[in-house]
């Protein structure tokens, strides 16, 4: 069974650092494209980044307006990606999904986990 | 970056009655349009890759057409686990881009 599970959200103050990470099993996380996609309060959903495997040189993408303050991740050896987000704004408050991308669509989602920016 | 506008945003069904929904591209997408289903307090579930397959596990009610620019997700005989938010997704072209959902809710 494929298995995603995100921690590391909450309350944050604006101008402050989070760093999500996601464990994942149940299939080969080495050959995985990663990506975070996340939740607005609205209900838009919203792809962040994303990161290669290892035979495509862990190459990554952002999405414009979080490339510099966001850092994606990955550790194959504990099948887990991560999400580094620096000066953290009260826009970036939503929920953080952790997904697979099987040739450029989402097929496993986590749960998410909550970030809120707010002083 | 690619948009994707849905329609309609609300759509109040009856059980049983065939329904479509709308997802057009500002630009072609040839046929790397997703859909996905979100019910309340709920990931995102892929239902149609590629404009048109099916994906195991989804029930056979639900399909989806298109190329290009213009898609629809068809449910024949909607039922009431189906009143969900139903988000399309293109992944032609990064940044990858979602439709703002379309909401089916009980008439």
């Known amino acids: 069974e494929v298995q995603l599970v995100e921690t590391g959200g909450g309350l944050v103050q604006p101008g402050n650092s989070l760093k999500l990470s996601c464990a994942t099993s149940g299939f080969t996380f080495s050959t995985a494209w990663m990506n975070w996609i996340r939740q607005t309060p609205g209900k838009r959903l919203e792809w962040l980044a994303q990161?290669?495997?290892?035979?495509?040189?862990?190459?990554?993408s952002y999405l414009e307006s979080v490339k510099g303050r966001f850092t994606i991740s990955r550790d194959d050896s504990k099948s887990s990606v991560y999400l580094q987000m620096n000066n953290l704004k009260e826009e970036d408050t939503a929920i953080y999904y952790c997904t697979h991308n099987n040739y450029w669509y989402f097929d496993f989602w986590g749960p998410g986990t909550m970030v809120t920016v707010s002083s | 970056d690619v948009v994707l506008t849905q329609s309609p945003a609300t759509l109040s069904v009856t059980p049983g009655e065939r329904i479509s929904l709308s997802c057009r591209a500002s630009?072609?997408?040839?046929?790397?349009l997703h859909w996905y289903q979100q019910k309340p307090n709920e990931s995102p579930r892929l239902l149609i890759k590629?404009?048109?397959q099916s994906i195991s596990g989804i029930p056979s009610r639900f399909s989806g057409s298109g190329s290009g620019t213009d898609f629809t997700l068809s449910i024949n005989g909607v039922e009431l686990e189906d009143l969900s938010i139903y988000y399309c997704q293109q992944g032609n072209s990064l940044p990858y881009t979602f439709g703002a959902g379309t909401k089916l809710e009980l008439k």
């Open positions: 630009e072609s997408v040839d046929t790397y």
């Open positions: 990161i290669e495997d290892k035979s495509n040189h862990y190459f990554i």
């Open positions: 590629y404009a048109s």
